[in-house]
Every structure is written in structure tokens, then in C-alpha cells.
């Protein structure tokens, strides 16, 4: 197991598409419900547990060698947005090329060639974790982190907020990320069938919103 290649996949430069998505956190500013560093903290907190257990749990399962055609129709089922499936799709193709050029695998090549369209994100991040020879607590730690790193981010661009503040709010929630990867890196080796499927139902109606938006930063 390389510590350095879980460095690498959850860098925010690896060019897997995640600097042009937000999270849903460009449309909770749009509403008022983001406005300091305090609301992204909360905003965090909630995706954490609820879209971010799911993804880890799912990305778990991938890097425990689960059918990842099998985890890609129960993401698809945890994912009732039509714009966060197409936003899941489309991260998962990018992470595709992206994984496929740095670290080639045929589970990969597999995947890739019967989800020519893109697979769900957290399900190619597990399988690229285990082509990385990373485990599938590495693998719920990097999705955990990616719901919450993502916004973070993009909060500091839609309302110009400190860097240090959103760093400080990644770096207090650390201790609730531990114990919601480990969570999911546990419920990974059981049956797809029990997989986490926490909802966030404003999460899911925001997204529909803001891909209906004429003008916005983020795809997502």
C-alpha cells in the first residue's frame, strides 16, 4: 500500500474534473443559505454524512472488489437527481482518463469499455484506488474528503472567502471524517444491497435548480 499514491489521488490537481463542480455549495450561496464560514462549515457537515457516506461507502466497495457494474446500478439508485447522476457520470468519465493514464489496469479498461459514457464517480475512485494498490479505507477517506474539499474550495471563489477560514473548517471537521470513512470502508465489505443510502433531499432539489440556472460558475 503507497501512502504517496493516495497523496497523488486526492490532490486537488490530479485532472479529474472536481475543480469545476462545487458540490451543490454554488447553489446554497445563490440561495443565502452559505454565507460565512460558519454556514459552510454546516453545509459541510451535512453532505458529509449523508451524500459523503454514500459515495465512501460505494468507493469502499469498489476498492473490496465488488462488481463495480453492480455498485455503478446501486449508485444510480442512491442518486434520485437527474443532475447529480449526469454530474456523477461526468466526473467518473474524467477520473477515467485520468486514472487510466496514470495508473492502467484492466478493471479499469473493463469498466471503461461497459461504461463508455462514465461511470459513477465514487465507484471509479474505488476501483482507481485499488489499481493504485490502495485499500478501501483509503479509498472512503478520499471521497469523504472530496465532499467537503470540493465546496470548501468553491465557497472561497463564489463569495471571496478566506482561505484560512475554509482550511480551518476542512481541518476541524477531520475527526468526523475519520469515523464516516471508517464507517464506510466497514459497511464496503458487506452486501451491495446494505450500502449506505443516506438522503439529502435539498442537496438533490437544489441541484435540479441550479442546472436550470442560465448563468453559473460551477457545472455542479
Request: glycine share 8%.
Amino acid at each position: 500500500m503507497s501512502r504517496a499514491a493516495l497523496l497523488v489521488l486526492a490532490d486537488g490537481r490530479f485532472p479529474a474534473g472536481g475543480h469545476a463542480h462545487s458540490g451543490g455549495a454554488e447553489a446554497a450561496v445563490v440561495a443565502g443559505r452559505i454565507r460565512t464560514a460558519e454556514d459552510l462549515a454546516a453545509f459541510c457537515r451535512g453532505r458529509l454524512h449523508t451524500a459523503g457516506l454514500t459515495a465512501a461507502a460505494l468507493a469502499a466497495a469498489a476498492a473490496h472488489g465488488h462488481d463495480p457494474l453492480a455498485l455503478d446500478e446501486a449508485a444510480d439508485a442512491r442518486t434520485p437527481s437527474p443532475a447529480l447522476r449526469a454530474a456523477a457520470h461526468k466526473l467518473g468519465r474524467q477520473l477515467m482518463r485520468a486514472a487510466r493514464a496514470t495508473w492502467p489496469d484492466e478493471e479499469l479498461d473493463a469498466l471503461a469499455l461497459a461504461r463508455p459514457r462514465g461511470a459513477h464517480q465514487p465507484v471509479v475512485l474505488g476501483l482507481t484506488a485499488r489499481a493504485a494498490g490502495l485499500g478501501p479505507e483509503d479509498a472512503a477517506h478520499c471521497a469523504a474528503y472530496e465532499t467537503v474539499g470540493g465546496p470548501a474550495t468553491a465557497v472561497v471563489r463564489l463569495l471571496s472567502l478566506n482561505p484560512f477560514e475554509a482550511t480551518a473548517v476542512l481541518a476541524r471537521l477531520a475527526p468526523e471524517l475519520d469515523l464516516v470513512a471508517e464507517r464506510a470502508a466497514a459497511a464496503g465489505r458487506g452486501p451491495i444491497d446494505e450500502l449506505p443510502a443516506a438522503s439529502s433531499p435539498l442537496l438533490d432539489i437544489a441541484a435540479e435548480a441550479h442546472a436550470g440556472r442560465p448563468v453559473r460558475l460551477f457545472a455542479s
